[in-house]
């Protein structure tokens, strides 16, 4: 089959390669229907993931059809049309019972990183009956792909860890695909205010017109300065970071107001620094985390409802065989305006 | 002044009685703007509430203008225009500091209950810091009556003790104001479907158009049997009983899927069957509770961001004076198709 | 293999039956070292249970050591010591996503009761790596055996689902096996107050000596009465059904503080009078569950650290294979001032 | 009447002041009958605390007799025994309506800091309803002064905060007074084990005799590295930051479990380093926050129960005309093995 192979930083192809088989009695083996691009992918491309050796399939998000499984999966079998999470869940060591599957003894963010991953005509999937997930009917597919990471990612790590209700004033600091997937599943829980800082002209205008309420351009305004006095100086209830540099870290310290919630989301390359000799009287709570996509479940329901519609992140289509082409755009977003390119592989198989 | 005065059961009058004043450091006196009709004052007419006795004059919702304040309060100052909880709250007693007001140990349902009430030009407040609100500008004060009662209390009792989550099947048995306000608020948290149970096609219709995506005229059909069949038998995440009868209440039991929760918002004149011959291995929560209105703040930020407009549970208006005209009215709401009734006394005082 | 096999209501015969094999991949084969009777058992005995048919071995609790296993089983292997969960858990289904085990789609309670149980030298336990745990060392492993359905029964359907919290009053009544494991794990919560109901001058004995700060008979004493005497009135924030009759509910209904909860433990015959006409303004939690055996690892962690010690719930021993005497003890409690007996079956195998 | 006057850094005077007096209808002035001094104090001593200006009567603890209350004041009346918060909670701000006293809008800590407060004969305590609480019968009244900030300090903002489970492993970092009232709270949740870093042996000593199961001197050896052996590398559920300096933190950082959460306590006086590199993936959540005593009634519940007994942490008695040689004592609490001292004017008045 074919495959994004990754050569090493700055170097990928896209190669022929053994198709993956079934391994364990859980696996199931997925033809990829749609896949895409994540902002972690090009961290890799760029070297940022050690863990990531030459020779890897990249990518970890996608939908597909099951064409094999293994003698203990129960869930699903060949045929069934599956989402794949980004997430590899055991469903039975200590962190799966207790819904953090990202910290899954035997898996976790493995798909694209530590095993092959999407970006491939097909894709071994381990643990499968806890890591894919029934397509539901009648809903664009392209859509149901935002699923496998970035929605569950802005609504565990940001909307829910961040404990946002409704009538609250809500920041959310970069709005790139993690931070406008924060910004729509906020909106689960009815927030009075939903402001977005970011640096890019174009991103903030999808953010108003994915529900945003006020913006502000970090580039060329000060952005603690200008949310207090929107606030009379009396700060955000729940600060979402999605960018991961000290700068946007500095911000949501700067905006929390007394009781509120900072809610990391970004990939931090080094530490920040705490404002403890402050906040340490401010009754903040702060939190980290890698998606669990425990929500995914929720989130299908709310997306075949209509409550939630994913489209509107999706900025570019290509076919997957295109994919080289695609993380060119993806890598310059800004000036593609780029926010999710979807790769379809329907034609093939 | 004059006000609306209980004479005994089915007996009132529109009377000069003394003009209120401060009798505690703690209260204020308010003149009323507007105030409406609740059931529960159909119930204290009928008789059914005996605590309730002749001469009193009835009413606790409403919004008014701070006319007098007693010495010890600071959060108000004549001319204020406030929001009149139909729940007093001294702040300081142990219900109070749960954050559980309706068991208040100097107040609760005390207004136009316990003491005079809101159906008059002028309103006694008794812990007024407490059991006022600034009513915030630009906004349209009938929706605010609202606030008074029936949002906080189809929110608190029915949507937050049920404990309503994004994705979820809710539905509400009773599509009176108090139901129509839950079914309003559960959206605040983005259930998948709502499903409203009535007997009146009207309330029906108004639901579907406040967001109920399915309805049933349990007058026609069998709602329980009709409910499991929309959810595939497996039934509802939040049952809401809005209604206060023995056969809507078995309608919640026979509707609620395992893990799930009834929320009692009904007033009950007498006991119900439990199936915990059914429901002991079943998972559910069934809870009860008047109204703590310790949502209000939170509502009014919801009114004043445009996520909440209460104004379609209103359906007719009265001058205060003619309360008892608007009585008549209430008490026969399905032949008026009326909801809530506003009195206004703007251009009185 | 020699098995406790069920013959119709009222017969039961210790019977040479043909040993478990591993079925499906993730089954095991736990040879039973310790087993023991539950108040179920007796229910099915009687007759009570009609999905046990005749045939069926009994027994839904021990422990034992591993002796053959599927090939999709991970988390242990042939000789692993493990105690075996009441509940079986697949893992996977939506329900133990919720962590909701008890209503799992392929498991639940079967074992003795829909498949063969564990009053046998060998039981096949399904769905092994979400349903074993491993067995601590240097622990009594008779205590351990308390840990398969009595200890987390009491935990979670009685003290976690009551919320008890320090400081607490609260209330169990029933102060038969499982009442005592809520007596001894609601200390977990430090409640200021521990009050227990019942019937049986030992067992309230034996709850003073658990940790009950006041009990009461309510074969000589109005127990409602005495409780609201002793909580000047108010009532208890948690009160623990642990019988399955109306009269012990009425109690709860009775004693219960507002704001407080009723947590249901009894397994109910019939329904019961729920008295909405008075609770409706009560702001009260009434809960239902079967145990779910989640809280198991937690609870391991607990008796391995000294926190807890179930060893007091042991009244008599027995030999496996006089199971059937065992019953007859088991059966008249009282007489025999029975708790739990323990049946080992250590020797033989 | 006779107090403890701050006159600027390094130095005070016990001094004729005059008695305060009611000045407004919600005060009380209550006769001091036991207090005692902070690590606060010493910071303010030290000119810490610049809001802290000559001529200000110091101490935020302490037990007393009502002598004089407003005209609003209702839940006490002139010879109530009290026992003094030093939180002051107008119980009607938004901050207060949320519990979070620490915040309020006319109170929080002042006392000792703002306003004059309990090193005194006498203080002025304003919004004393929500302020005081009645002193329970039949208990160490010294016991109790430790209710007025130690023991709700280390109870809310460190084991609620930290949300301290039954069976978990808790480390505690520092064993000051605060740290130990968060040693001996922690204990209402039955974690499995109690884990305390200081670098005072004799503080060590009190830890093990108030319930640490291990203890780690990290003047001596490697806190972090040791807890991490201990926990087979997989570190602890609760981390609590009881010192309030980067190196402290520091350790909390480096021992804290994936999914766990660090509560810190520690009062800061400059910015630490927060490993957002290797935490973005942790899951963990860290919390401030200052005392908002609403633990109060419930921490007094646990005294009168016999559940918990502060007495341990009082290593020193004065009578409060000594209270000079009383902070040379508690300013070397390690030379004196000093934990908390009592102040006592009960003869006087």
Known sequence: MKALVYQGPGNTVWADVPKPAVEKPTDAVVRILRTTICGTDLHILKGDVPEVTPGRIL??????????????????KVGDRVLISCITACGKCEACKRGMYSHCADGGWILGHLIDGT???????????NSLYELPAGVDESAL?????????GF????????????QTVAIVGAGPVGLAALLTAQFFSPARLLVVDQDENRLAVARRLGATD??????APAAKTILEWTGQRGV??????????????????????????????????????????????NVTITTGLVDTNSTPMLLKTVVSGRL??????????RLEDVIQAYEVFGRAADHQALKVILTAESGG
């Open 215 to 220: 913006t502000v351009n970090s580039a060329t």
């Open 145 to 153: 792909v935002m699923l496998s990471d970035i929605l569950p990612t």
């Open 237 to 282: 209830d729940v600060a979402i970071e999605a960018v991961g540099v000290p700068a946007t870290f500095e911000i949501c310290q700067d905006i929390v107001a007394a009781g509120g919630h900072i809610a990391n989301i970004g990939v931090h390359g080094r530490s920040v620094e705490l404002h403890l000799e402050r906040l340490w009287t401010h």
């Open 119 to 129: 970006q491939a005509e097909y894709v071994r999937i381990p643990h499968a009956d």
């Open 309 to 318: 519609d994913p489209t509107a992140l999706i900025t570019h289509t290509f």
């Open 156 to 167: 565990e790590v940001g909307v829910l860890k961040g404990q946002v209700q409704p009538g």
């Open 59 to 76: 990518g970890h998000e996608g939908i597909g059809v099951v064409e094999a499984v293994g003698s203990a999966v129960t869930r699903f």
